[in-house]
T-cell receptor, first 111, second 112 residues
Framework: SQQGEEDPQALSIQEGENATMNCSYK?????LQWYRQNSGRGLVHLIL?????REKHSGRLRVTLDTSKKSSSLLITASRAADTASYFC???????????FGTGTLLAVQP | AAGVIQSPRHLIKEKRETATLKCYPI?????VYWYQQGPGQDPQFLIS???????DKGSIPDRFSAQQFSDYHSELNMSSLELGDSALYFC???????????FGDGTRLSIL
């Protein structure tokens, strides 16, 4: 990956449990974003955290950012079967806002 | 709300053929990005346009070219297709200065 690693690469949990995915990146960033991708579909923007922020919440999503470690985590609370998808982090450190994606975590939520 | 429209959704070509993928951004969005996602891979940035001018270039082969037209739609032209070009090709659009990109559902290109 151009970006770095995401871990775990695959995660299987039961409905109602929390899911945590981690992402590391290599370069300095302006923002870090998380996207979701259902199988064979486009990427859907979930949440953005700016480089000067440490934590952000949106509904059942919680994102943290540690710029000293160049890492971020995405927590999905009270997971649902409909949360089953691949989750990617992406950074945009350039002037043109092109996205550099991590390798993604495949989340399976069992009903 | 209108989303990014890509066509075709699926395309099957043979080696050495050409292909043209189209992208229609969200109305009033002036920036278009193209990404390539191989099987089981993360999306890789190819090229972007702002106001019909190329704004950035990534790992796009010389066999590929793209442009953005006066109505802001964009086309990705691919020639001398190779087996390794089989992938999902995504287009995303945004308003200049906005970091959140809106993705289409992609074109799945299969090379036989």
């Amino acid at each position: 990956s151009q970006q770095g690693e995401e871990d775990p690469q695959a995660l299987s949990i039961q409905e109602g449990e929390n899911a945590t995915m981690n992402c590391s990146y290599k370069t300095s960033i302006n923002n870090l974003q998380w996207y979701r991708q259902n199988s064979g579909r486009g990427l859907v923007h979930l949440i953005l955290i700016r480089s000067n922020e440490r934590e952000k919440h949106s509904g059942r999503l919680r994102v943290t950012l540690d710029t000293s470690k160049k890492s971020s985590s995405l927590l999905i609370t009270a997971s649902r079967a409909a949360d089953t998808a691949s989750y990617f982090c992406a950074t945009d450190g350039g002037a043109t806002n092109k996205l550099i994606f991590g390798t993604g975590t495949l989340l399976a939520v069992q009903p | 709300a209108a989303g990014v429209i890509q066509s075709p959704r699926h395309l099957i070509k043979e080696k050495r053929e050409t292909a043209t993928l189209k992208c229609y951004p969200i109305p009033r969005h002036d920036t278009v990005y193209w990404y390539q996602q191989g099987p089981g891979q993360d999306p890789q940035f190819l090229i972007s346009f702002y106001e019909k001018m190329q704004s950035d270039k990534g790992s796009i082969p010389d066999r590929f070219s793209a442009q953005q037209f006066s109505d802001y739609h964009s086309e990705l032209n691919m020639s001398s297709l190779e087996l390794g070009d089989s992938a999902l090709y995504f287009c995303a659009s945004s308003l200049f200065g906005s970091v959140a990109q809106h993705f289409g559902d992609g074109t799945r290109l299969s090379i036989l």
